[in-house]
């Protein structure tokens, strides 16, 4: 009962969230702030995972590839596909559940325990307006962090590539155009939109309604970790069969 509970009280979370609006000049410095803070904050780490990923996704490719009668190009190939497809939309949106889902559930947390909240409700503020759609809206722009995470993780290929000696750039950069099909470009960015919202909502909604103290907030944000990746995955998963099937 308590699952049920919780998707109940989730659902209608989200529902609450687009009610009763916050006031425009107010809610643009909200979703500002949160650009800042959840999309230009993660760029670092994002950029240097990626880099180094592809990097090892290529070399891996490559030392696995021992026939004479399979072409170097095919490295490149494998590279593009795995990051992607699987690698960029979805690695590092687990990623992410850690550092912006942990983020987002401590900062609301903290706000429930110092019971700032609750000052808000008491003014006729909506809660759930001012502090996660703003969050909603900046998590839309996710899509750019994933095209970065996946030409960076195309680029650390072609450099593990090339000074790792597994085979020219020019067969590399060939394998990357073979056969490229657009509409899996596509596929990953509806998945990206899908992550977004639930890297949005799962951590709001463990933050906004956790109850106890400090030790509270911490216990919070484990919890929104394991629940957004396990969302992740499994929406990984359906959209996947509906898409790609």
């Known amino acids: 009962m308590t699952y049920l509970h919780n998707i109940g009280t989730y659902f209608l979370m989200i529902k609450e969230m687009f009610r009763k609006p916050t006031k425009w000049s107010v809610m643009k410095r909200l979703i500002f702030n949160d ?34 009668l399979i072409p170097q190009y095919l490295v490149g190939f494998a590279t593009r596909q795995s990051v992607i497809l699987e690698f960029a939309p979805t690695f590092i949106s687990i990623i992410m559940a850690g550092k912006v889902g942990s983020f987002i559930t401590s900062s609301i947390g903290t706000m429930r325990v110092t019971e700032q909240i609750d000052a808000l409700e008491v003014m006729g503020i909506n809660a759930l307006n001012y502090l996660v759609f703003p969050k909603f809206i900046a998590l839309m722009l996710y899509p750019f ?101």
């Open 35 to 68: 650009i800042d803070d959840l999309i230009i904050g993660s760029l670092g780490i994002v950029a240097f995972i990626s880099f180094f990923v592809g990097g090892v996704v290529t070399i891996q490719t490559a030392l696995n590839i021992t026939s004479p």
């Open 145 to 245: 962090v994933i095209s970065i995470a996946m030409f960076l993780g195309i680029v650390g290929g072609l450099a593990a590539c090339y000074y790792g000696g597994f085979s020219s750039v020019e067969d590399f950069i060939t394998g990357v155009q073979l056969d490229f099909i657009p509409f899996h470009i596509t596929y990953a960015f509806i998945k990206t939109i899908v992550f977004a919202f639930l890297l949005a909502t799962i951590p709001s909604y463990y933050g906004f309604y956790m109850r106890g103290g400090a030790l509270e907030v911490g216990k919070a944000s484990t919890t929104s970790f394991v629940w957004t990746s396990v969302m992740i995955i499994l929406c990984n998963y359906i959209l996947t069969q509906l898409l790609l099937s």
